[in-house]
Structure formats: C-alpha cells, structure tokens
C-alpha cells in the first residue's frame, strides 16, 4: 500500500496498463503536449510517443467514434475527455454506437474502450461546464458507467475498466483529484464492476452515494456522529452501470432508513432510480420514505454564492437523515 | 512501417477481358436479384423495419470490393446488403437477418440496416446517417497501430456528407493521414439524393469530391454506373492508400433506381422520366454490352448468371423462411460481454 | 369537436399556428419536397414556400442550433426530426444551448422553439431507432418535454409549445399518428404544461403513464376491469417537464396503490423519478411499493418476437397491478 | 428584400486620418487594460471560474465590430470580453458579471464565458467550443427572414473548426446564402492555437479560410495584427453581406500574448521566444505607430489615452467589488420564462 492522489491513481493506471499491453493508447485534446489540462497525463507523450498518446482536435465525436472503430479492431483506447461536459457532442458515439454495436452486430464485436474524464461543479465553471452524467449515461444498456470516490478505486476500476470488453464511462472528479488515499501496489490490483461497498458502518441510517457526493456523506456522517450520536452506514455505490444494491438493500434491513445523495438536479436524477429501488425491494422494512439530497433544479449559476446555494453540502445531507429519523 | 510493396494489389486492366470481369458480372445480377426478392419479401411482410436496396448502384460497391483484399474491412451506412454479398457473407445469412432469424449475420438482432460479418472483414450494417465514419476512421488507425497493410472502405452516400461526424471524422483521418497512420477510402455514393433531398438542395457546394479537400484529402470523381472506370480507380487508388498510410476520396456518381427505403412510394422529389433517363445508364446493362462487345460474353452467358442468381436467391429465401426465430433469450445476450452482468436489482 | 387523427391534430395545430403568427416556421429534413416521412407536413411547403418551410440538410445539431439563434431573435421554430433517435446528434445544442442559454444570459433572452417527432418502438426499427427520450430530456432544468396521449393533448399542447418563451422537446409517437380522437374546434384551445389529468377514474390501484403507454394503460385497465372487477384510475401525465403529481397523489391516497408505465429501459428511466416521488409524498398511504413496468434493460433487437419480448405490453401491467394488489 | 443600398456602410478610408482611428486606438487601449485587470483580479481571487483575455487579438475585434451598426448582432465564445465592449456595454457591468455580482450584464449567472447584451446586440458568450456558430447562423436568417437588412458577425477559434457544429452551421449558412438569407460574417480569430494545439496539430489543412469553400462560401485571410488591414476588409464585406444576403468569412491571422486561459501558466506548447517575437507585432503599438506616422497622435495622446482607460477600468474594479452578490431567489430565476414553473413536485 501507498499513499497516493486520486489524480496520481488514474495516471498510473493508464501507465500500467500501457505498459502491459501495447493495444493501450490514450487520447483527447491537449493531453500531449499540452500536458492534460489536469495534469493527469504529463509525460505520456514523451514516455509512449504521439501514436500512443494522441493529440486530438476539437472533435469529441471524432475521438469517441474513432474510438469504437479502434476497439472494434483490437486496440483499447482510452478517451480523455477534457471535462465530461464536452462529451455530450459526443452523445450518438456513445450512445447509439458504442454501446449498441455488440448488440446489433449479434455479438460480433468488443468494444473495450474507456471515456473518462472529470465532471461536477465547485468552482465557478457555470451552466455548460458543471454538469454531472450518472443518469445520463446509465440508463443505457451496453454501457458500463461508475464514479470512484478514492484513489484505489479510481485506480482499480480504471483497470478493469481498460481491461474489459466493453464500453466504460468512467466519471472523475475533478475535485477528488487532489485527494489522497492508500492505494494498493499489485499492478494486477482491479475492483470490478457491479460491487457496491460499505465505506463506513453504522447502524441508524443508511447514506447511498458515490463519487464526491460519497466523501461528502462521509463527512456528514462524522458530524452526525459527534453531533447527534447518530450512527449512519455509508454505502459506496462505486458502479452506477451495473449498479449493485445487495449490500444497500442489507444495511436498510437493519437500519430501516434510507438517504441517498447525487450532485446533479432532482428529477430524472439517479437518486430516482436508486430510491425507487430501494423502496421496490425493502418496501416493508421501511420506516421513512427514502430521502434524495440533490442539487437544486436550475442550470448552474457563475456567482460562487450561488452556485453554493445550487450544489448540495453536509447541512443538506443531516437534514435529510433528520426528516427520515423523524428528528425535525 | 508494414511491408507493402512484395504483395502489392493484383490490379485488373479495364480495357482487358480478364475472367474476373465475368465474375464481377455475375456478382452485379446476383445483388439485383437479391435486392428485388428482399422487396418482394418485405411486401409479403416477411422483412420488417426499414429495407434500402441497393438497385442501380451496383457498380460502386462492386468496383471497389472486388479490388480490396480478404483482411481489409469495410464500413457501410443502412444501404448495406450488396456490400456484405461482396464481402463474401453467406446470402443465406444476410436473407436471414433480414426476416429476422436466428440463422441471420446478427442473428436476428440487426436486420437490414445492421449487416455484420466480422470474419469476412464486414464491420457493419448503422443507421445513423454518418455516425460510423468515425468508426470507419479509428479502424484504419488501428489498422495501421498494429503495424499490418490492411486497409478500410468506407461507404456513405451524399446525404451524409453534411452531417458533424463526416467534418470529424475527415479532418481525423486528414491528420492521421499526414502521418501515414490512416489507410482507409472514403466512398461517396453519390446518388443525387438523401432521402428526398437532392444534392443541390442539401450541399451548398454541390462537387462533392472537393469539399474533401478542407481535410487536405485528394479525391477524384468517378462514374458509378461504369464499374470498369470505379475498379480502374479502386485498383490505382487502393494501391496508393495501402503503401502510404492516407486516405482517399472516390465520388461515385451513381443513382438508385427504388425508393430512397420500401415505404418511399410517392417520390414526389424526382419524376417518372427522370428515373427512365437513369435507367439507360444501369451499370449492369453497360458491363453486360461491353463484355459482350469486347471479350465475346454472349446473351445466353449472361441468361444462365441470371438464372444462377435467381436459384440462389431463391435458396436464401427458403433458408431464411425454414430458420427459427431467435429464441427469447437471445434477447439478453450481447448487451454486455459473456451475457452479463445485466442490472443486480433488475425485478420481472 | 371533431374527430382527428393525431397526426391531423399535430398538424392542425402547425398550420393553424404558422396562419396565426408569420414568426413561426418549421424546420427539418424532408418536410417540405418529400412531404415528411410521416406525411405530417404534407402540402405546407406549397402553403408557405421555402422560406417558411425549411427542407434542411442532414444536420441535426444544425437544424437544433440554428432554432435557437432563431427563437433568441424572435422567431418561433418548429423543428421536426424525422424520428427523436436522430436528436441525440444535436444533444449538445439542446442540452447545453437551448436548456441554459436563457438561464447563463440571465433572462435576456426567449428560446421560444419546439423540438418534435416520434419516439418508440414496434416496428422493427432496432437499436439505433427504436428509442424513448422522457428521463433523458427530463433532467435537464430550462427544457419543457411533454408526450401527449390523445389528439386533443397532441393539438393543444403543441400549440400551448408554440405560443411558449422556451425550448420544448414534443414527444410524439408513431404508433398514435393514425389514432383517432375528439379535438376542441378552437382555434385558440390549447392545453397548458404542468396539469396532468385523470384519463380513467377508478377506486383500486393508480395506474400513471404518458404518450403511447397511456393508451396501452387505458386498455389494460378495462381488462382488469372486466376480467377481474378491478377498478384502476389511470392517471396520464401529459407533460414530463413540468411534472405535475398532485392528481396521482390525489389517486393514490384514495387506491392506495400505484404502477408506473413506460417504454424505455428501467435503470434510471422515468418511472424511476414518478415512483420515488410518489413514495416521498405518499409513504404512508402506500399499501405496496409502487411498481415500475418498463421495456427490458437491452438495446432493441431486430427480429419481431425479441422486440415484442423487449417491449411493456398489457399483461405486464396486470400482472404489475395484481402484484401491488398481493393477488398473486 | 429589405432596402440596402440608400443606408450602405460608412467606410472608413485605411490611409486617411478619420478621427475615427484614434477612437480604435483608444478602445484597443482599454481593452488592453481592462483584460490585465482582469488577470489580476483573478490573482487576487476576486474573479472565479475560467477566464480567456483577448490580449494580443485586440486588432481583431476592433477592425471588425466598429464596422457593424447598432442594431447587428454578435456572437462570440468564451474568450468574449472585447466583443462586449466594442458592442458598447458598459464596462463597470462586464467586470461586475466577472464578479459574479448582481449588477453583472448577465446578472451573475454567467461570468466570463458568458456576457450578454441583447439590448447592444451582443448574444453572447458560450463555453462549448462551436457551439454557438449554429446559433449564429440561424440568427442571420431570422434577420432577413424578418425583412431587415441587419447583419449577424460571428467569430470563433482556430480550434473551434473541427468541430462538427462548424460544419453543419457552414453548410446551412452556405444554402441559405445560396438564396440571400443568411447574412453572415464568420470570423476565424486564428490565433495559432487551440489551448495547446498548434494549428498544424488540429487541422489537416492549415490553410484555414480556404476549409469555408467546401461550403460555398468566399473568404479571405487578413493580418489581424493590423487593425487598418482588419477594418479596410470588414467595411468592404460587410457592406457585401448587407446587400446580398449571403455569408462571408475572414480569416483574423492573430496571436495571444498571454496564457490560453489563466490556468495556462507552463505554456508547454510555445517557447517564450515565441511569444516574444509576436509581441513585435503588437495591434495597438502598430496602430499607434501608424497614428503617429501619418496623422501626427503624439505620445502624450496616448499617455492621456492610457491614463484614461486605467481610470475607467478602476472604475469598472470598484463598480464590480461594491455591487452586492446576486439575491438567493435568483437562483430559480431565468431558468424558464416567468420565473417558473419549478417541478412541481419539488420538496423543500
Ligand atoms: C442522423 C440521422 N438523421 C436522419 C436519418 C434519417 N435518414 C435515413 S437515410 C437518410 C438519407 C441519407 O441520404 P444519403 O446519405 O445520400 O444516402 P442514400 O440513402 O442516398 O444512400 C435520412 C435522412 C438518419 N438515419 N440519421
Ligand atoms: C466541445 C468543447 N471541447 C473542448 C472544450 C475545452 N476548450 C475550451 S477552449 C479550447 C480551445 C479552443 O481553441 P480556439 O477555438 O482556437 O480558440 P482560442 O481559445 O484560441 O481563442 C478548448 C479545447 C470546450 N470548451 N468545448
Ligand atoms: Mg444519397
Ligand atoms: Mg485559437
């Protein structure tokens, strides 16, 4: 194990992985020369030359779509987008090609190829650049879609997300970059797809999230914790597509209430569709309606204080195990 | 740098009358009979979906893939049947995906539009107007990575041409191209139409060929109906693509002679006469009289191709017909590799 | 009232509009010369001439970007895409231009346009065209999406769309054109966004859908009510965006009891944010967890059996009912 | 067809001393000024997000917008501040939005990527690299679409070009020019670079004006670093696009003297001897000389003309730093028309 940033776990990830199999190749924009806007893959050029590490125009479908048309071929390319925002150019490549073509070619094809990039809002990028993609993305079937909220994970899914066979639309953080964590040395170190986990136990209330919205239940969690002597379990979704409930639906067995946090507006969020799970499953178990804490339902604003009023924070999250402990 | 020049292409002299000609004769009957009976089909109800023939327009894709080789790969859009024949997919196979059989190319879950035969270098068979020369563009990247002489084809008609991923697709491969790292052909089938929109009320600069070269992509025009000028191109051009590693533009100007898809019965966007006009001009009937002129293939030579073609239609269609359906679980196979995982907390 | 088809309603509602205010015009790819796919907007290119009636290029994102330079310049487009599948390549102009520019330019500007045409599967159409867009249109804050069931709704929400400030996505079915239904004579009837309305009273179970499914939700409901004497109200939402709930909770606290209808694929689809909803306002009246019928979580096959396989149908929704019912 | 001719454009001669010239000098000075403050309100923390100044390109903007009437329209993207002004908005209300402040043209919501001014015919001010060049051209023909003989001026980046929106959006401008609809100036503000992408990275012909007559549209490269050369070039095709209702692009050949955004600080992709060599080329030093040359502009003219812009852009500093922040309820404004309707089923 060793201390590393969630950042550093990407890029070595992908150095990893290149060096183990030369079907690797990054690309997107200003990630060569320019050193990646975020730094992730400074010195790749360099290390792996330009037909490994490829410069990309403006052209988010040309690099998503030729993506397909590589990993149809045999090569396993990792797509770079400089935030995910951009991707939505993107949108038919992905959605109507990449996850589709096994299934429409019968099977014919693999299609392993890895979109990633950063996504969320926190520092003033306003309403083009601040949006976040788990419901977009992961209501489409032939698409793998996590959020990795530590550096191991983003590490590990990064691998098996390179490794698969099958598109994966991996969401960053731009704010977890920074962030540090022990992250296990084994090259050959994975976490698979579809396995949600318990990132603190507790047995009052149960907090679901993923990505940065997972750090920041945990941090309500202390508080409540030290504040309120309420013990909350965190669950760390991880993956969104496939998207793992088993241990959620176990811990709402005992804890009997349910708090689930998301960045991005309200409806037609995924919230929705990990509430409505839980309900449909845990329904008599259930001592409180399922709680969502989103952001508000408004494209983002510039101005800091409200685009602090826009995004959720720890009182939102307390609030909300309050309303379903019935505390208020 | 892959090894190119040893085993260069085996070109054919169009002025010749070298027995591929017969060949590629033959094969041009076959995709017209096969493309009339899938219209007969789909009126009988036995094809759903949307079906685009490929009548008329013979000419380019035969003049193009019979000049590729066996490890090379082609992409097409949705008009996509006689690309696949060409290929050398089973007719059978394709007949098959098209009634929506187990039996079919993608067994069953394509249909017309989503032709695929991986072994035989077909990479499909898409319906979105132009979202596969993307695809089509990484192909020949990837290609050209892994350090072989293969190339890719790429068919698109001129409809497509105005649509965002041909300009990235293009200004990719124009790029990859300087460096010698994309070896594919780009072929516009120019049939003088998207949909009901003609080319000069879809394109505002209506040389199509031209507009390729923003992407610094040398092109020529060739006439379509004319397959000894489209394989004379293909040979010459091919060539060229395989040793250098950049792409190449062919404008195939060509026509079709159906309805843009089996529910364009009106066609209100071109007249009966217009049509009659480019019917003296079938690419099947201008082969047929110069081999007949030149390399003395005679009416009852190309009588028996005609009844070859027939009984081997006739043959996929009762394969297709006699194949079972896809049984329901082949709904939940190929969404994801090895059949999994579908969603954990999925109920039904 | 007359009888009328959906397709002469939406129709009808063009012209009547296009007659009214010379701002308005319609936009799309074989509307004009071809007459449209769906014949929808046949004759209106003699009607209006070119300038009104725009035969564009396959463009999409073309025809969506330029709508909105349009309508910020007080024009009123109608935008047809030949089907909704076709709309994904003009995501980002809809998403991240028509969605936000009114809200970034802080109000200066109207985007008063409409975005229509069919969605859906049942014909054969397969991956690539066979799609619904409720829950992808749905999140996005700045859009108005709304799927009528009825020739009434089709004419007057398209008109109440048309005579808006803001981008409204006009989910229409192709499965509906032919249907046939009373329309108010009126040429100002119009039918407000936001106001869901009861499509069939009954006392047992809350059945909620929209567009197509409605319908399909209508003949269940008679089913069940002949077959097994059980009465459900069926609610239809008409709009996704706003989405209007007060009637199905009005429902629900008398049944008990709700089923949610749709089309498109369960994870993160539009079910997912009724059911969450409706178990956030009404826990306590709720005798079953409310129940999601949707298509299958696969990208469309082809062959007619695996698309009928793929597709919600009424036995789902009885046996969804029966199930919320504990009649199993 | 709108009458074009009795008000045509007032042109100014390049080689004459029009009072108007120290008027560009004097605008070119303070946007030159008001973009370093801005850098240094960033420093200070006081302006957030991203930020792109226009530093270097000032000639370019300013050749071209003094050209246009009050009641033309622009669109610009994300590096937008110097179209604004030279619209005529008010700086204090620029640098308020920079702010995020409530008195901001945008009220805050937008910041830098994002003014607008629809009341001076600035529409903005988008983040998505291309974005907007859509939006621009369908403007263009709701202006003769309306029967006015307003024009629409759009610029964009190098970069900005390969994008597939730029293709769709050219093309449509093409066929609408093709019948007189679309009156459009499409500016390339080709300033070598896309962030780190040098134009012979991203463009496979880097022969950048020459890619627009793939889509039938004429064009021209022109020094953007010669404000005389920008605005000779803009009076002649302005006064064009007015009168026949169809599109037109320039190409600004220019340079950034500063980072491509204010993160940019390693600047990888350019040697500072790079950048040195181009501030040789400085718009405002060249237009100066020029006035000084010709039309006798003393140093003490421009001294005043300094002093002047650092008091308006302090000014515009403190406008922006006493303004309070947006109110809470803005939050829910301007999302839809009318303030609302929010969801419905909203909690909370
Ligand atoms: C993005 C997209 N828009 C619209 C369509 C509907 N459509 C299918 S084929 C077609 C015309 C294409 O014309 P062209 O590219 O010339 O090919 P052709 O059919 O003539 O072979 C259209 C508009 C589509 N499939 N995809
Ligand atoms: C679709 C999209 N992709 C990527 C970005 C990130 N990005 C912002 S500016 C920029 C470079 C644009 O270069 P150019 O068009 O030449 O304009 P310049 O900044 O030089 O003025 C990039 C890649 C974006 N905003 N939008
Ligand atoms: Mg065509
Ligand atoms: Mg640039």
Redesign the pocket.
């Known amino acids: 194990m060793a201390e590393k940033s969630y950042r550093d776990a990407i890029r070595e990830a992908m150095i990893e992985e290149m060096d183990r199999d030369p079907n690797v190749l990054i690309m997107g924009?200003?990630i060569g020369v320019y050193e990646g806007?975020f730094r992730i893959t400074a010195g790749m050029l360099k290390k792996y030359g330009s037909k490994r590490v490829i410069d990309t125009p403006?052209a988010?479908a040309g690099m998503a779509g030729t993506a397909v048309g590589m990993a149809m071929l045999g090569l396993r390319p990792i797509v770079e987008?400089?935030?995910m925002?951009?991707a939505?150019?993107a949108a038919d490549q992905i959605l109507n090609h990449a996850a589709k073509v096994r299934y429409f070619s019968g099977g014919q094809v693999d299609v392993p190829m890895v979109i990633r990039g950063p996504q969320g809002a926190g520092v003033q990028l306003s309403a083009?650049?601040s949006q976040t993609f788990e419901a977009f993305y992961g209501h489409f079937p032939g698409l793998a879609v996590v959020a990795p909220a530590t550096p191991a994970d983003a590490k590990g899914m990064l691998k098996t997300a390179v490794r698969g066979k099958d598109p994966v639309i991996f969401l960053e953080s731009a704010a977890l970059y920074g962030m540090k964590g022990e992250v296990p040395e084994d090259p050959d170190f994975t976490v698979p797809f579809g396995e949600s986990r318990v990132a603190r136990e507790g047995s009052d209330v149960t907090i679901v999230s993923y990505g940065r919205m997972l750090q920041l239940s945990l941090v309500a969690a202390e508080k409540l914790s030290k504040e309120e002597g309420i013990e909350a379990e965190v669950i760390d979704l991880r993956s969104i597509r496939p998207l793992d409930l088993v241990p959620t639906y176990a811990s709402v067995a005992r804890t009997h209430r349910a708090v689930v946090v998301q960045e991005q507006w309200k409806p037609f969020g995924a919230a929705a569709e990990i509430a409505a799970s839980i309900t449909e499953e845990m329904f008599d178990e259930l001592d409180a309606p399922v709680a969502r804490v989103t952001g508000e339902d408004v494209p983002m604003p510039y101005a800091r204080n409200l685009e602090l009023l826009a995004t959720p924070h720890e009182p939102q999250i307390i609030g909300a195990v309050r309303r379903v402990m019935y505390r208020e | 740098m892959p090894e190119t020049k040893e085993n260069s292409v085996s070109t054919i002299d169009p002025a010749a009358c070298a027995p591929e000609w017969t060949e590629i004769l033959k094969r041009m009957i076959f995709i017209r009979r096969f493309e009339e009976a899938t219209e007969r089909e789909f009126r009988r109800g036995k094809i759903g979906g949307y079906l685009h023939v490929y009548i008329g327009q013979e000419g380019v894709a035969s003049g193009i893939i019979t000049a590729t080789r066996d490890r090379d790969v082609v992409f097409s859009g949705y008009r996509d049947h006689a690309h696949a024949i060409l290929r050398g997919t089973d007719p059978n196979r394709i007949m098959a995906e098209l009634f929506g059989k187990a039996s079919g190319v993608s067994k069953g879950k394509g249909g017309s539009m989503h032709l695929f035969d991986v072994e035989h270098g077909f990479y499909g068979g898409y319906g979105i107007v132009g979202g596969h020369l993307t695809l089509a563009a990484g192909a020949a990247y990837a290609l050209r990575y892994q350090g072989t002489d293969r190339i890719c084809v790429c068919y698109f008609g001129d409809g497509a041409m105005n649509i965002g991923s041909f300009h990235e697709a293009m200004n990719m491969a124009g790029l990859w191209g300087n460096q010698g790292l994309c070896p594919i052909l780009f072929v516009i089938e120019n049939n003088g139409y998207a949909m009901g929109t003609s080319v000069e009320r879809h394109s505002a600069l209506t040389d199509l060929v031209t507009r390729v070269r923003a992407y610094n992509i040398p092109g020529e025009k060739v006439d379509g109906q004319d397959v000894f000028a489209v394989r004379g191109a293909a040979d010459r051009v091919i060539g060229q693509i395989r040793e250098t590693g950049k792409p190449y533009c062919l404008e195939a100007v060509t026509y079709r002679f159906s309805g843009h898809g089996a529910a364009d019965i009106l066609q209100p966007y071109r007249s009966k006469d217009e049509v009659e006009q480019h019917r003296h001009r079938d690419p099947i009937i201008i082969l047929r009289n110069r081999l007949r002129e030149i390399c003395g293939v005679t009416d009852e030579d190309v009588r028996k191709m005609d009844e070859e073609a027939n009984e081997r239609v006739a043959a996929a269609v009762k394969f297709a017909e006699e194949s079972p359906v896809p049984g329901g679980t082949e709904l939940f196979t190929d969404v994801v590799a090895e059949h999994g995982p579908r969603q954990i907390n999925q109920t039904e």
């Open positions: 924009e200003d806007t403006i988010e987008m400089m935030t925002n951009f939505i150019v083009q650049h």
